[in-house]
């Protein structure tokens, strides 16, 4: 069974950063495509950065220039690095991949003070 872990949540001030972490388990992660999404209280889940096998990654514009997707196939764990945090930053981010379905994780809460 495809598990999928985050951490690396947590409070910080704007302009901070902070690096989430998630570790994938029960498929072979290195064919997978790997997306982080976040999900900020009565909004949509929404996509913010994706990287795929071989390492092309995509980047919501809102956070273009800050926000670094990276995977390291040997530890089966994609990273999203944030910097330069904003209050709009605030959501829980979620890590996700497709193995025939949709598998997600439980979510790490980010939450990005003024």
């Known amino acids: 069974q495809v598990q999928l872990v985050e951490s690396g949540g947590g409070l910080v001030q704007a302009g901070g950063s902070l690096r989430l972490s998630c570790v994938v388990s029960?498929?072979?992660?290195?064919?997978?495509?790997m997306t982080w999404y976040r999900q900020a209280p009565g909004e949509q889940r929404d996509l913010v950065a994706s990287i795929t096998s071989d390492g092309t990654t995509n980047y919501a514009d809102s956070v273009k220039g800050r926000f670094t997707i990276s995977r390291d196939n040997a530890k089966n764990t994609v990273y999203l690095q944030m910097n330069s945090l904003k209050p709009e930053d605030t959501a829980v981010y979620y890590c996700?991949?497709?193995?025939?379905?949709?598998?997600w994780g439980q979510g790490t809460q980010v939450t990005v003070s003024s």
């Open positions: 996700t991949t497709y193995r025939y379905q949709r598998y």
């Open positions: 029960g498929t072979i992660f290195s064919s997978n495509a």
